[in-house]
C-alpha cells in the first residue's frame, strides 16, 4: 500500500507517545482509530491532545476551528475488530516484549492483508517482532520521539524482512506529517538509544558514586556541551522505568557488560521515582 492511498491510521495505545502520535496523523488530515484497553484511558489521551493543540492555537500555529477539525478526525475505541477499517497501523504501547507481541499479533489478525504495521518502539529489535507476525515484510520500526507533536524525527528501522515497498511507504508518510524520517538498520537501541541511553546511565552512575549532583552533572552537559536539557533531566522527562528497560534490552542484545543499567536507576524505579510521570525521579515536580 503506497503512502498516498493511506487514509485512515490506527494508533494502538493512548498514552505519552500514542496520543501524540494520534494528534500529528489527525493534524494532518488523517482519520485516527485510538485504539486502548479502557476508556480511562482513551479520555485521558484525548484531553491531552486537546491540551496540547489548545498551546498550538495560543502559539497561532493552528486556528481554532483547526483544532475543532483535528478532535473530529480522532476516533477512540476499546475494539481491537475497528482495525479492520484502517490503512496503516503503529502500535505504541509500553516498551515491554511480551506486551508488545500480544498487541501486535492481535492487531496483525485484525487488520487487512497488506496493511503496513508500524511499531514505535524505541529499543526491541524489529526483525525479532516481525518473527511473531503474518506480515513480517509490512512490518516496520517507527521511532516517534517525546514529545510527539514537536519533535522533527521519526527514526524509521528496517528488519531483515521489512520489504523496499513498506519501507519507502513509510518515509513519504513521515514526510506527510511534516516529519524527518532517517532510516537504521535494526540492532538494540538502533541509533537513538544506542547511544543516548549509555550518557544517560553513566550520568547516573556520576550521582551514585558521588562524583557530583544531578544538578551538576546536568549543568556541566548543558553548559559545557552545548546541550539543550542535561541527561538527568532529559531521564526524568522519558522515564527512569523506560530507561532501565531499554539498557536491559542492549545488555541482552549485546550481551556486553558496559550496558548494565546503573543500580541507583534501578533503585529509584523499584521506589516508584520514575520522573515527571510520577513526580519525582532525579529532580521533584
Given at each position: 500500500?503506497?503512502?498516498?492511498?493511506?487514509?485512515?491510521?490506527?494508533?494502538?495505545?493512548?498514552?505519552?507517545?500514542?496520543?501524540?502520535?494520534?494528534?500529528?496523523?489527525?493534524?494532518?488530515?488523517?482519520?485516527?482509530?485510538?485504539?486502548?484497553?479502557?476508556?480511562?484511558?482513551?479520555?485521558?489521551?484525548?484531553?491531552?491532545?486537546?491540551?496540547?493543540?489548545?498551546?498550538?492555537?495560543?502559539?497561532?500555529?493552528?486556528?481554532?476551528?483547526?483544532?475543532?477539525?483535528?478532535?473530529?478526525?480522532?476516533?477512540?475505541?476499546?475494539?481491537?475488530?475497528?482495525?479492520?477499517?484502517?490503512?496503516?497501523?503503529?502500535?505504541?504501547?509500553?516498551?515491554?516484549?511480551?506486551?508488545?507481541?500480544?498487541?501486535?499479533?492481535?492487531?496483525?489478525?485484525?487488520?487487512?492483508?497488506?496493511?503496513?504495521?508500524?511499531?514505535?518502539?524505541?529499543?526491541?529489535?524489529?526483525?525479532?517482532?516481525a518473527a511473531q507476525i503474518g506480515r513480517p515484510e509490512k512490518f516496520i520500526g517507527?521511532?516517534?520521539?517525546?514529545?510527539?507533536?514537536?519533535?522533527?524525527?521519526?527514526?524509521?528501522?528496517?528488519?531483515?524482512?521489512?520489504?523496499?515497498?513498506?519501507?519507502?511507504?513509510?518515509?513519504?508518510?513521515?514526510?506527510?506529517?511534516?516529519?524527518?524520517?532517517?532510516?537504521?538498520?535494526?540492532?538494540?537501541?538502533?541509533?537513538?538509544?544506542?547511544?543516548?541511553?549509555?550518557?544517560?546511565?553513566?550520568?547516573?552512575?556520576?550521582?551514585?558514586?558521588g562524583v557530583a549532583t544531578p544538578e551538576a552533572v546536568d549543568a556541566v552537559m548543558?553548559?559545557?556541551?552545548?546541550?539543550?536539557?542535561?541527561?538527568?533531566?532529559?531521564?526524568?522527562?522519558?522515564?527512569?522505568?523506560?530507561?532501565?528497560?531499554?539498557?536491559?534490552?542492549?545488555?541482552?542484545?549485546?550481551?556486553?557488560?558496559?550496558?548494565?543499567?546503573?543500580?541507583?536507576?534501578?533503585?529509584?524505579?523499584?521506589?516508584?521515582?520514575?520522573?515527571?510521570?510520577?513526580?519525582?525521579?532525579?529532580?521533584?515536580?
Amino acid at each position: 500500500m503506497s503512502a498516498n492511498s493511506i487514509k485512515t491510521v490506527t494508533v494502538l495505545g493512548a498514552g505519552t507517545m500514542g496520543n501524540g502520535i494520534a494528534h500529528v496523523f489527525a493534524r494532518a488530515g488523517y482519520t485516527v482509530i485510538l485504539r486502548d484497553v479502557k476508556e480511562l484511558f482513551l479520555d485521558r489521551g484525548l484531553e491531552t491532545i486537546s491540551k496540547n493543540l489548545d498551546r498550538e492555537v495560543k502559539k497561532n500555529m493552528i486556528s481554532e476551528a483547526d483544532k475543532v477539525a483535528t478532535l473530529g478526525r480522532i476516533q477512540p475505541t476499546t475494539d481491537m475488530a475497528a482495525l479492520s477499517a484502517a490503512d496503516f497501523a503503529v502500535e505504541a504501547v509500553p516498551e515491554r516484549r511480551d506486551l508488545k507481541v500480544r498487541v501486535l499479533q492481535e492487531a496483525d489478525a485484525a487488520l487487512r492483508p497488506g496493511v503496513i504495521l508500524a511499531s514505535n518502539t524505541s529499543s526491541i529489535s524489529i526483525t525479532e517482532l516481525a518473527a511473531q507476525i503474518g506480515r513480517p515484510e509490512k512490518f516496520i520500526g517507527m521511532h516517534f520521539f517525546n514529545p510527539v507533536p514537536v519533535m522533527g524525527l521519526v527514526e524509521v528501522v528496517r528488519g531483515r524482512a521489512t520489504s523496499d515497498a513498506t519501507l519507502q511507504a513509510t518515509i513519504s508518510l513521515c514526510e506527510k506529517l511534516g516529519k524527518r524520517p532517517v532510516c537504521v538498520n535494526d540492532a538494540p537501541g538502533f541509533v537513538s538509544n544506542r547511544v543516548l541511553t549509555p550518557m544517560i546511565n553513566e550520568a547516573a552512575f556520576a550521582v551514585m558514586e558521588g562524583v557530583a549532583t544531578p544538578e551538576a552533572v546536568d549543568a556541566v552537559m548543558k553548559l559545557g556541551m552545548n546541550h539543550p536539557m542535561g541527561p538527568l533531566e532529559l531521564a526524568d522527562l522519558i522515564g527512569l522505568d523506560v530507561c532501565v528497560d531499554i539498557m536491559e534490552v542492549m545488555h541482552r542484545g549485546f550481551d556486553d557488560p558496559k550496558y548494565r543499567a546503573c543500580p541507583l536507576l534501578k533503585e529509584y524505579v523499584a521506589a516508584g521515582r520514575l520522573g515527571r510521570k510520577s513526580g519525582r525521579g532525579f529532580y521533584q515536580y
